[in-house]
Each structure stands twice: as structure tokens, then as C-alpha cells.
Nanobody, 125 residues
Framework: QVQLVQSGGGLVQAGGSLKLSCAAS????????MAWYRQVPGKNREFVAG????????EYADFVKGRFTVSGDNAKNTVYLQMNSLKPEDTAVYYC??????????????????WGQGTQVTVSS
């Protein structure tokens, strides 16, 4: 069973930066896509950013373009989310996700198999 272990997050002032990490526990896991989602109470989980390991083409939600960067370290089996110019509306629980199916659809619609435990990001104004 693959486990996704998240780290990072916390409290930051508006305009600040945070970096999230998500490590997959199984090196043999044939991950095809990994992504970041976020959720606030009372709302659906929403796609933030993602990448396919075999392609250099990250995807971003419009509301984070130019501010967030998703990247991966193949040797460490880890995906990162660098968040800059944070806004109070970025406050949410952030989840990483991973999947092994090679499907050519937008990562926001991809059927992820595994999810991380979630980490709180709070941006104060």
C-alpha cells in the first residue's frame, strides 16, 4: 500500500512563502501523476497544481498561476509545492495525490489512487 507523507505548511503572513512536500513511501510505485489539492470547510476539494513524471508539463489552477510552482524529485520520490505571494484566500488544508494510470486527461480530472494526510496552510492578513 502506497502512503503519501506530507510535510510543510503552517502559518504565514500575506505575501509570504511556504513549501509543501509529499513523499511516496514505495519506490516501486509506478506513479504517473502527482498533484496538490486544497479544501476549506464547507467547500469541495479543488485542484491546485500537478505534474506527470514522464512529461515536463505542469498544470496549474488559474488562481495560483504565477505564484505557485509544482516540481518533483524522482530520486526522492517526492513532489513539492512552492507557494509564493500567498493570500489569505489561500488558507486551506492542502492534500497531495498520486496515481499510476497513464491517462491523457487534465490533471484536475485525473482519478488519483492515493492521498496524503493533509496539511494546514494559514495565511494571515
Amino acid at each position: 500500500q502506497v502512503q503519501l507523507v506530507q510535510s510543510g505548511g503552517g502559518l504565514v503572513q500575506a505575501g509570504g512563502s511556504l513549501k509543501l512536500s509529499c513523499a511516496a513511501s514505495e519506490r516501486s510505485f509506478s506513479r504517473h501523476a502527482m498533484a496538490w489539492y486544497r479544501q476549506v470547510p464547507g467547500k469541495n476539494r479543488e485542484f491546485v497544481a500537478g505534474l506527470r513524471w514522464m512529461a515536463d508539463s505542469p498544470e496549474y489552477a488559474d488562481f495560483v498561476k504565477g505564484r505557485f510552482t509544482v516540481s518533483g524529485d524522482n530520486a526522492k520520490n517526492t513532489v513539492y509545492l512552492q507557494m509564493n505571494s500567498l493570500k489569505p484566500e489561500d488558507t486551506a488544508v492542502y492534500y497531495c495525490a498520486a496515481g499510476s494510470r497513464m491517462i491523457s486527461i487534465p490533471l484536475s480530472s485525473y482519478p488519483y489512487d492515493y492521498w496524503g494526510q493533509g496539511t494546514q496552510v494559514t495565511v494571515s492578513s
